[in-house]
């Protein structure tokens, strides 16, 4: 219920925002997904070296971390997270696409024109989009140096 919270939230925010002016969201349009394409490819790189590290790590390191219900939690924690930030780069590609295609159905809002709603929206959804996916970005970023740094516990290197 609390993330539910966060995301309306999160929503309210992003419409705040949002801007029908285009020199304004094809700032977004150009920038975003080659940013957010780049931070992927940084997290994948982070992800590859504790994967490595874990990897390289004695049997019994190996079989500690097999059984770790922390473990278990992080690594599906990380899936999710990535998953996350691979849509959201997803709708950060589409949406300038879908902003302009003509839709059969306009949507009537008291007296605004129903082009302002759709600029409105999709403008909204951008950065929705995007605050999401630098928040999973955030976090993976938090996890991972928190994993780096406690490396020494992770790999055991009396072995």
């Given at each position: 219920?609390?993330?539910?919270?966060?995301?309306?939230?999160?929503?309210?925010?992003?419409?705040?925002?949002?801007?029908?002016?285009?020199?304004?969201?094809?700032?977004?349009?150009?920038?975003?997904?080659?940013?957010?394409?780049?931070?992927?490819?940084?997290?994948?790189?982070?992800?590859?070296i504790?994967?490595?590290?874990?990897?390289?790590?004695?049997?019994?390191?190996?079989?500690k971390?097999?059984?770790?219900?922390?473990?278990?939690?992080?690594?599906?924690?990380?899936?999710?997270?990535?998953k996350?930030?691979?849509?959201?780069?997803?709708?950060?590609?589409?949406?300038?696409?879908?902003?302009?295609?003509?839709y059969?159905?306009?949507?009537?809002?008291?007296?605004?024109?129903?082009?302002?709603?759709?600029?409105?929206?999709?403008?909204?959804?951008?950065?929705?989009?995007?605050?999401?996916?630098?928040?999973?970005?955030?976090?993976?970023?938090?996890?991972?140096?928190?994993?780096?740094?406690?490396?020494?516990?992770?790999?055991?290197?009396?072995?």
């Amino acid at each position: 219920m609390k993330i539910l919270i966060y995301l309306f939230a999160l929503i309210i925010i992003s419409a705040f925002f949002s801007s029908v002016d285009p020199s304004s969201y094809q700032i977004l349009e150009r920038s975003l997904p080659p940013v957010l394409g780049a931070c992927l490819g940084g997290v994948l790189a982070c992800t590859s070296i504790v994967v490595s590290v874990l990897s390289s790590s004695s049997i019994e390191t190996k079989r500690k971390a097999k059984a770790s219900h922390n473990f278990s939690s992080f690594i599906g924690s990380l899936e999710r997270d990535v998953k996350i930030l691979v849509a959201c780069l997803c709708f950060i590609v589409a949406l300038p696409y879908l902003r302009s295609l003509d839709y059969p159905l306009t949507l009537n809002l008291f007296d605004i024109s129903p082009g302002y709603l759709k600029e409105k929206i999709f403008s909204t959804l951008e950065i929705f989009v995007a605050s999401l996916a630098f928040i999973v970005i955030f976090e993976l970023v938090t996890v991972l140096i928190t994993i780096l740094k406690n490396m020494m516990v992770i790999h055991d290197t009396d072995s």
